[in-house]
Nanobody, 121 residues
Framework: QVQLVESGGDLMQAGGSLRLSCVAS????????MGWYRQAPGKQRELVAD???????NYVDSVKGRFTISRDSAKNTVYLQMNSLKPEDTAVYYC???????????????WGQGTQVTVSS
């Protein structure tokens, strides 16, 4: 199994910045893609950003130019730098990892427990 632990969520005024971190732990695994999703009350979960093992990043349009995803593969850690925060960014943010187990061709999916980001106006 792969365990994901997020940190960095907080209360913040509009225009502020936060940095989320997610650390993957376990044994005999290789992570393909790591990403961040978010879910606000009453809304569906959406992909915010993800990043491949090669460093290629993908963002939802609403955060382009404000958020930056990065990855430290040696530490199995992914970050989400969030600048110019807006009230619309308020949500629980979940870390996600797609990974392979040693000796397996199958992709597995793992989720963190989530970290709350609240942006006030």
């Amino acid at each position: 199994q792969v365990q994901l632990v997020e940190s960095g969520g907080d209360l913040m005024q509009a225009g502020g910045s936060l940095r989320l971190s997610c650390v993957a732990s376990g044994s005999s695994f290789s992570i393909n893609t790591m990403g961040w999703y978010r879910q606000a009350p009453g809304k569906q979960r959406e992909l915010v950003a993800d990043i491949t093992s090669g460093g290629r990043a993908n963002y939802v349009d609403s955060v382009k130019g404000r958020f930056t995803i990065s990855r430290d593969s040696a530490k199995n850690t992914v970050y989400l730098q969030m600048n110019s925060l807006k009230p619309e960014d308020t949500a629980v943010y979940y870390c996600n990892a797609k990974f392979k187990r040693a000796g397996s061709i199958y992709l597995y999916n793992s989720w963190g427990q989530g970290t709350q980001v609240t942006v006030s106006s």
